[in-house]
T-cell receptor
Framework: GAVVSQHPSRVICKSGTSVKIECRSL??????MFWYRQFPKQSLMLMAT?????????EQGVEKDKFLINHASLTLSTLTVTSAHPEDSSFYIC???????????FGPGTRLTVT | TQLLEQSPQFLSIQEGENLTVYCNSS?????LQWYRQEPGEGPVLLVT?????EVKKLKRLTFQFGDARKDSSLHITAAQPGDTGLYLC???????FGAGTTVTVRA
């Protein structure tokens, strides 16, 4: 199989604090991972592409200093929401390409609530 | 950016009825994926279509890729309440997602 995990599944934090979300490919290596954001009853919006060993590339309108991405190994990418505000509350989902394939596998998502 | 348009946005049908969801683009895609997502969970890959004109079947679900590789459809036969969910089409290396179709199957 191709399993992607995310941790935590839910997190509540206070405004102004930072939150780190982990995305792991459990049974395959992923040179490239993606981070998406999803608002209620809407589709997924790509935030950034995470590349192992290099800087992430961000989609237009996504603040790279606010959403820090680190892809330190072939199985782990992290998204840190810095100085979180209530408007950052959302469902964050990561995905990973299994190398040599053209299918992305998604994590179960992380529900972030900023109070 | 390659845009995908899905229709309809919402679909509510009775158990046993058939339904079709459409995914259209002005761009050519090397492949298109269909996902199903339930509330509070990540999307689950249903199928990938690669060849123009390709038809793939997954039990009661039939997926078709247009000859020109610009459009795709998902047809569900004899829908069941378990088919309820958000259906998403996506394509491209950096997946572009359609807006999604929320399917509700009433028992």
């Amino acid at each position: 199989g191709a399993v992607v995990s995310q941790h935590p599944s839910r997190v509540i934090c206070k405004s102004g604090t930072s939150v780190k979300i982990e995305c792991r490919s459990l049974d395959f290596q992923a040179t490239t991972m993606f981070w998406y954001r999803q608002f209620p009853k809407q589709s997924l919006m790509l935030m950034a592409t995470s590349n192992e060993g290099s800087k992430a590339t961000y989609e237009q309108g996504v603040e790279k200093d606010k959403f820090l991405i680190n892809h330190a190994s072939l199985t782990l990418s992290t998204l840190t929401v810095t100085s979180a505000h209530p408007e950052d509350s959302s469902f964050y989902i990561c995905s990973a390409y299994r190398d040599r394939e053209y299918e992305q596998y998604f994590g179960p998502g992380t529900r972030l609530t900023v109070t | 950016t390659q845009l995908l348009e899905q229709s309809p946005q919402f679909l509510s049908i009775q158990e046993g009825e058939n339904l079709t969801v459409y995914c259209n683009s002005s761009s050519v895609f090397s492949s298109l994926q269909w996902y199903r997502q339930e509330p509070g969970e990540g999307p689950v890959l249903l199928v990938t279509v690669v060849t123009g004109g390709e038809v793939k079947k997954l039990k009661r679900l039939t997926f078709q890729f247009g000859d020109a590789r610009k459009d795709s459809s998902l047809h569900i036969t004899a829908a069941q309440p378990g088919d309820t969910g958000l259906y998403l089409c996506a394509g491209g290396y950096k997946l572009s997602f359609g807006a999604g179709t929320t399917v509700t199957v009433r028992a």
